[in-house]
């Protein structure tokens, strides 16, 4: 059997900039809305507010919360040279907000019904980050 090498480069792996201030309060059980209101362009706080609402059957604001998250995470990764594809690492901490909010999107997604956005945020999930795939959905 003859395998093929993809002779066209991957683009090189994304890592958004840390947010400290913002990573220290989610660490010291600040709640999240509060961290999203003094920090919105935080994805993981986002996120964050998504698994709360998804937690207590409010897929709606979850689904909400998510959209946000990633839309947020969308903006910051293309300022920092994302080009529409290419390795969003799980394994840099600062890209974990981006990714848990697009799971939480495909998931929330899953839950009302949106079976193609779920897929889709399924598969970009995966192409992003095999890791971030397997620790988010098992």
Not at 58 to 74: D, M, N, P, Q, W
């Amino acid at each position: 059997m003859t395998t093929y090498q993809n002779l066209m480069a991957e683009p090189p792996p994304t890592r958004l900039p840390d947010e400290p201030e913002a990573r220290a309060l989610l660490e010291q059980g600040v709640d999240p809305a509060e961290v999203a209101a003094k920090y919105p362009a935080y994805s993981l706080a986002w996120a964050a507010l998504a698994d709360q609402a998804f937690a207590e059957g409010r897929v709606i604001e979850s689904y909400a919360f998510a959209r946000t998250g990633y839309h947020r995470g969308l903006d910051q990764l293309r300022r920092n040279g994302w080009k529409g594809h290419g390795p969003i690492p799980w394994e840099h901490e600062p890209n974990r907000g981006f990714l848990r909010a697009l799971h939480a999107l495909g998931r929330a997604a899953a839950a009302i019904g949106e079976t193609a956005e779920a897929e889709r945020c399924r598969q970009f999930l995966r192409e992003s980050s095999a890791a971030a795939a397997e620790a988010l959905e098992g």
